[in-house]
């Protein structure tokens, strides 16, 4: 396989077969989010603004490769966004996933008090996978819990879980998001989950990244377990990109290899042995094109540039949106 290709794999046991990267419609689906350059990357925040923008990241990503996409009920618009896309391509090879558990209350407004509130109960999944449907449709493969935490109800509330279970019964596939420094306790508690006597959570999708590497181990059982592992945050929302300030041995790596800090970040991410798909967060299609550098670093050296757990997520809480 030439060096730049797009190499895939599979979404869950037996799932459909995606590509290794994926992009991630956070920072696209809604005005505010807490990466930085977003005046420069998205002058027009407008609804057919970014519905625009967002289509031609689909499009560029596909034309790349891309075959999976990641969405969520809290990103704004990101899932009518991508179900418009959708509609007018009629790719059939485009696998979409996304998550429930947050609603979005930021307005379409940056100066929202709060963007997103958080609740895992049988009445917010209800309704919002009936909202995520009434969008997706069938394309809906992956049905995430987004963020997922020690205390969510999502890992005891047996009513609950036979709804998710139900919902597997139907051919989707049932995952989590993890957030936090209690990420890798998060996960092993959830894959102790079961329904029906078979393991509920098949898929997680972790922050795992040069600076906060914490859940590789979990993230490793998890894989080893049968579960499909997507990195998230590949770029500690842009710290490790270019103009995010990235630590010096990553910019003197990336300079020796040609490519850019995000493109060495992602390959890092690609690397690890559990690692099944690793999302671009990129907002514009040159951030896209270095992205996918990444599938052109091979070799990679130890880079030892791991920050405290609790320290890294402190200073990403600071985050203003914007």
Request: hydrophobic share 45%; proline share 6%.
């Amino acid at each position: 396989m030439p060096a730049d290709r797009m190499p895939v794999t599979s979404l869950g046991p037996g799932g459909p077969v995606v590509s290794r990267i994926g992009l991630g419609l956070a920072a696209l689906g809604r005005p505010a989010y807490i990466t930085s350059g977003r005046d420069r990357d998205l002058p027009d925040r407008s609804v057919p603004g970014l519905r625009a923008r967002t289509s031609a990241m689909l499009d560029a990503a596909y034309a790349a490769g891309i075959r999976y996409v990641d969405a969520a009920r809290s990103y704004g618009r990101a899932e009518e966004f991508l179900a418009g896309w959708l509609r007018d391509r009629a790719h059939p090879d485009v696998v979409a996933g996304s998550k429930w558990g947050y609603r979005y209350t930021g307005g379409w407004r940056l100066d929202a008090s709060q963007q997103e509130v958080k609740e895992h109960s049988l009445a917010m999944f209800t309704a919002q996978l009936a909202e995520t449907r009434a969008l997706l449709g069938d394309r809906l493969a992956l049905y995430q819990v987004h963020s997922l935490t020690l205390d969510s109800p999502a890992l005891g509330d047996q009513a609950l879980l036979a709804a998710l279970a139900r919902l597997r019964a139907e051919g989707v596939l049932i995952g989590l998001t993890t957030s936090g420094s209690g990420q890798a306790d998060t996960l092993r508690r959830a894959l102790r989950v079961t329904a029906d006597g078979q393991p509920l959570f098949r898929v997680a999708q972790v922050t795992w990244n040069l600076l906060e590497t914490s859940v590789a181990p979990a993230a490793a059982e998890a894989a080893a377990a049968g579960c499909t592992i997507l990195v998230k945050e590949a770029l500690a929302n842009g710290r490790l990109a270019p103009g995010g300030d990235p630590p010096a041995p990553l910019a003197a790596l990336a300079a020796a290899r040609n490519v850019t800090t995000d493109a060495i970040a992602i390959a890092a991410a690609l690397a690890r042995p559990w690692a099944g798909i690793v999302l671009s967060g990129a907002v514009t299609e040159a951030e896209l094109q270095a992205n996918l550098a990444a599938r052109t670093v091979a070799d990679l050296p130890p880079l030892d540039l791991a920050e405290p757990s609790a320290a890294y997520w402190s200073e990403r809480a600071a985050h203003p949106w914007a």
